[in-house]
């Protein structure tokens, strides 16, 4: 089992960039694949991006180009370099954890985009 705490949301202006972080406990986060998520207010929670143990990433349509997933494994850490936000960026942003079919979430940081 893995616990995970995100940080570093906050409130930016349009344009702006943030980097959000998603620390895991225990010794085989190595192992797991980590993706972040997002719920806006009034929607359903929807992906983002992830990274695969190998280091691949994957991201949606709505972030491509704009938003970077990267970890440290010697960490035990995962991030999301997000740029040249927007209003619809604005969700409470969630790590998540997923070994063999089992998924594991953090708590949630809230991303607020607005001037």
């Known amino acids: 089992q893995v616990q995970l705490v995100e940080s570093g949301g906050g409130l930016v202006q349009p344009g702006g960039s943030l980097r959000l972080s998603c620390v895991g406990s225990?010794?085989?986060?190595?192992?797991?694949?980590m993706g972040w998520y997002r719920q806006a207010p009034g929607k359903q929670r929807e992906y983002v991006a992830h990274?695969?143990?190998?280091?691949?990433?994957y991201y949606a349509d709505s972030v491509e180009g704009r938003f970077t997933i990267s970890r440290d494994n010697a960490k035990n850490t995962v991030y999301l370099q997000m740029n040249n936000l927007n209003s619809e960026d604005t969700a409470v942003y969630y790590c998540?954890?997923?070994?063999?079919?089992?998924?594991?979430w953090g708590q949630g940081t809230q991303v607020t985009v607005s001037s």
């Open positions: 998540k954890a997923e070994l063999y079919g089992t998924n594991y």
């Open positions: 225990g010794s085989s986060f190595r192992m797991y694949t």
């Open positions: 990274i695969t143990r190998g280091g691949s990433t």
